[in-house]
C-alpha cells in the first residue's frame, strides 16, 4: 500500500500560481465553499487553500487548512493528476455584516462532512475541465 504523503511539491503556494488559477474560472460553489481548478505542467494534481479572517480566529481558519489538506491527502490518488485545486473558506458578504457569530458558525464542519461536500465539488469541477 502506498503512502499517503502531502509534500511540498503538491502544494499550490505561490502568489503566481494562485493568481493563475483563479483566472481561469473554472469554479465550483456550495455554500460558503469554492473550489477552483486549471490544469497545470507537472502532471501532478496539487493542492491550495485559503480561509477568509472573516471565518474566525487564527485557531479555526488553521483548523479548516487542516481538514481540507488532509482530506486531498487521503483522497489524492482519486483526482485528476495534472490539475491544481484551490479551496477558498468564505463567508457570504451578508451574512458577515449581519452577524460575525452567525457566519463563524457556518464554519464548524467535521471532517466526513467536509470530505464528503469536497470530493463532490472534486467531481463537479473536473466534468467541467477541457
Do not use: W
Amino acid at each position: 500500500m502506498d503512502r499517503l504523503l502531502y509534500r511540498k511539491s503538491q502544494r499550490v503556494s505561490s502568489e503566481k500560481d494562485f493568481s493563475r488559477v483563479l483566472g481561469h474560472r473554472c469554479v465550483v460553489r456550495r455554500g460558503n465553499l469554492r473550489l477552483y481548478a486549471a490544469p497545470n505542467e507537472v502532471q501532478i494534481p496539487r493542492f491550495g487553500v485559503s480561509v477568509g479572517k472573516a471565518c474566525g480566529g487564527a485557531v479555526e481558519r488553521n483548523r479548516l487548512k487542516r481538514l481540507a489538506r488532509e482530506v486531498f491527502r487521503t483522497h489524492q490518488h482519486q483526482v485528476r493528476a495534472g490539475t491544481d485545486y484551490i479551496l477558498i473558506f468564505s463567508p457570504q458578504k451578508k451574512k458577515v455584516q449581519e452577524n460575525k457569530q452567525a457566519a463563524r458558525k457556518a464554519f464548524k464542519i467535521g471532517y466526513k462532512e467536509l470530505e464528503t461536500i469536497l470530493l463532490e465539488m472534486i467531481r463537479a469541477v473536473e466534468s467541467r475541465l477541457h
